[in-house]
């Protein structure tokens, strides 16, 4: 099984870089269809005695046999590299939320108490309560001070890692740890709502392990990159025709 899961992979995502339409995928001016090298034997083994923990293993065999990161969904996957100090790190808009020495706790299935939430939503200033935009401000950086503690701890995001970036400070986590380990977490607490299982297709399929997740986005770029070429080409000659 491990031979034949990633087997090809890396090559259908590089003929991508120069497939026409290839530029109408989403995130595509953000990797290109680029990938890192993969990491050798050597370097895999130390990165998981660097964590503590074995990663899953359908990223592991994606760090071995396709790339340490770069072309995947959204704006791609972050890049796993030998960080200054001798360590590993991940890079990319979010890569450095990943605590890696926090990873061999388990991934906690829910986040913030709802009722905790309700009532710092309750406490939010109201600038008709303020006598000056200053004070009002003021109470609203305060208010969002809170807010961040409480959704943003660190406790909420153990033994996973921040692999990708979609947006608006939307990203995608790998939990390492714990019941859900090898699935992929949708993290919307910018908009906020905590964290949920990613599911495949319209969101109501399967929960999302990294190679499902992976190969969906690949199967759904190569389609878009086809249909673009195909729209284009029909563009093309159909103007021929009325310029003939």
């Not at 595509?28 to 964590?51: Q, S």
């Not at 760090?63 to 959204?74: D, F, Y």
């Not at 706790?105 to 109201?126: M, Q, T, V």
């Amino acid at each position: 099984m491990t031979e034949q899961t990633w087997t090809g992979v890396r090559e259908r995502v590089l003929r991508l870089r120069s497939a026409p339409g290839a530029a109408q995928v989403f995130g595509y001016h953000g990797h290109g269809f680029a990938l890192a090298d993969p990491l050798t034997a050597d370097e895999l083994a130390d990165v998981e005695r660097w964590l503590g923990v074995p990663l899953p293993d359908a990223y592991r065999e994606f760090l071995r046999e396709v790339g340490a990161g770069g072309a995947g969904p959204a704006y791609g996957v972050f890049s796993l590299r030998r960080a200054a100090d001798g360590g590993w790190e991940w890079v990319g808009d979010g890569g450095n939320l990943t605590t890696p020495a926090r990873l061999t706790e388990p991934f906690p299935l829910a986040g913030p108490d709802a009722e905790l939430l309700d009532a710092l939503e309750a406490e939010r200033p109201d600038e008709a309560d303020f006598q000056s935009a200053e004070e009002y401000e003021e109470a609203e950086e305060a208010w969002w001070d809170r807010w961040e503690t409480l959704m943003w701890s660190d406790d909420r995001t153990v033994g996973a890692i921040c692999l990708c970036h979609i947006g608006c400070a939307e990203r995608r986590w790998l939990v390492v740890s714990g019941p859900e380990q090898g699935r992929i977490w949708a993290d919307a607490r910018c908009d906020g709502v905590d964290m949920q299982p990613l599911r495949l297709g319209s969101g109501e399929g399967t929960p999302a392990t990294f190679r499902s997740w992976y190969l969906e986005w690949l199967e759904q770029a190569e389609r878009t990159a086809a249909d673009a070429a195909r729209t284009a080409e029909r563009a093309a000659t159909d103007g021929a025709a009325m310029a003939g």
